[in-house]
């Protein structure tokens, strides 16, 4: 899409002047989308366009509308936690882009490189937890939800796929095991999923956690934003060298912030789902369509397959008894 095709969109919507002079400067981010700075004279904010084709080295192909489900998640959040998105300013659906509040990198760092550099706050985890719970709560209280996010052509291929079944192939006797979790996950619809509860989208606010990247929303299962969020935190100790009980600390401040606000089913079968869950997307991060990029190492990969194989063949149903044999094999 040309810049020009953008410009004209942003006038569109009364973003910019009519004669204002316009920047465009490309953000560094995910996979799935193209995002820009725009910078006028007097304003500055953020557009974000989707990609019909996600920037990684397998194919992985996924509907460009998600970017209006992304926008549509963030402004359902900030009637609950408007703290916690940035705001959506404008939203042209047939370019298949939105304009949000840019918000600067200085003073809301990034989660993820936070982690990574093994600078580990128990508390803001702990706030993670918490406002996860609110949203899905929250959300799971509003009937007109399910009808608003029937999202599941855009979750299927970019989640169930990519993380599940495209797993399960790359091991074939677990392939069976990674169906059934990827079905009992397409059955629970409970509550407003963000799909993407990943550090690398959380933004340490000054007010507390910023969600962001919410392509995957859907009516779904509260389960897998809990357990897409919880992995990410067993990946940062698979890094040789790096120290596991930091990481550990968080997971179980997440864990016990969320189960408190669980409030729209029985705690113990949302915990069991997740359980599931867990060493299947562990075991995706390197053998999915989606490998992170910081285990390069054979050796790093080979202890994640080592704990995750057994798990997904054998569930667990207690979140805090995973991440303790992780911690300390």
């Known amino acids: 899409m040309s810049d020009e095709a953008v410009i004209a969109s942003l006038r569109k919507m009364g973003l910019i002047g009519g004669d204002e002079p316009v920047q ?3 953000l560094t981010g995910g996979v799935s989308s ?3 700075l725009v910078e006028t004279p007097s304003r500055r904010f953020c557009i974000k366009r989707a990609l019909a084709r996600l ?5 992985w192909q996924a509907p460009l509308g998600r970017n209006a489900a992304e926008a549509a998640w963030m402004r359902e959040v900030s009637n609950w936690l408007p703290r916690s998105v940035p705001k959506v300013l404008g939203e042209d659906k047939d370019l298949g882009l939105f304009a949000m509040a840019f918000l600067p990198p200085e003073h809301n760092p990034i989660w993820k490189h936070e982690l990574l550099a093994e600078r580990v706050d128990m508390p803001f985890a702990a706030r993670v937890g918490h406002d996860l719970a609110v949203i899905h709560a929250s959300s799971a209280r ?14 299927v291929p970019i989640r169930i796929e990519p993380y599940l079944l495209a797993t399960g192939r790359a091991h074939p006797d677990l392939a069976p095991r990674f169906e059934a979790i990827a079905q009992a996950t397409l059955a629970n619809k409970k509550a407003l999923v963000h799909g993407d509860v990943s550090p690398k989208n959380i933004l340490c606010g000054e007010e507390g956690p ?16 809990l357990a897409f969020c919880l992995n990410h935190l067993l990946l ?15 997971f179980v401040a997440l864990v016990e912030a969320y189960r408190s606000g669980i409030d729209w089913e029985e705690p113990a ?3 069991s789902r997740a359980a599931a869950l867990l060493p299947a997307l562990f075991l995706a991060r390197v053998d999915g369509k989606s490998p992170v990029e910081y285990l390069t190492a054979d050796e790093e990969r080979e202890a994640v397959r080592r704990f995750a194989i057994p798990l997904v063949a054998a569930p667990s149903t207690d979140l805090l008894s995973i991440v303790d044999s992780w911690t300390h094999p």
């Open 24 to 26: 465009l400067a490309p």
């Open 34 to 36: 193209d995002i820009h």
């Open 55 to 59: 920037k990684v080295a397998a194919v």
């Open 142 to 155: 509003d009937p007109g939800i399910a009808a608003r996010f029937a999202n599941d052509a855009t979750f």
């Open 210 to 225: 910023v969600f962001l990247d919410a392509e995957c929303a859907c009516h779904g299962d509260p389960a897998f934003d």
């Open 236 to 250: 940062k100790g698979a890094r040789k060298g790096v120290g596991r009980e930091a990481y550990r600390h968080a």
């Open 269 to 271: 079968m949302l915990e």
